[in-house]
């Protein structure tokens, strides 16, 4: 279980697509504009114990968590976040 997520980096968050139906808008696009300068969030497995404590286990997940996000959420990648059903776009027949 990941608890206690903190992290703190510029991002862009873009509003698409803009739609006539409220609450306005279809879903949001958002990217990192760089690494995170920084990040901490707890790591725990059943019957509670944490991998944080674990010695080497921070800087270990963190690289991970860099090489998997990285790619996947730097600019000019992206994450769709949809808010309406099918971002409020009817779709085509």
């Known amino acids: 279980r990941i608890h206690d997520l903190q992290f ?3 991002i862009r968050v873009t509003f698409t697509p803009l739609v006539d139906v409220l609450p ?3 879903g949001l696009e958002v990217s990192l504009m760089g690494l995170p300068e ?5 790591l725990t497995i059943p019957p ?4 944080m404590a674990l010695p080497g286990a921070q800087q270990a997940i ?18 769709h ?8 776009v009817e779709p085509e027949s």
């Open 38 to 42: 920084h990040v901490d969030f707890g």
């Open 24 to 26: 306005c808008l279809g």
């Open 62 to 79: 963190r690289f991970a968590l860099w090489k998997v996000l990285g790619p996947k959420m730097m600019y000019p990648a992206k994450l």
């Open 8 to 10: 703190r980096s510029y």
């Open 48 to 51: 509670g114990i944490d991998l």
């Open 81 to 88: 976040i949809p808010i309406m059903a099918n971002s409020g």
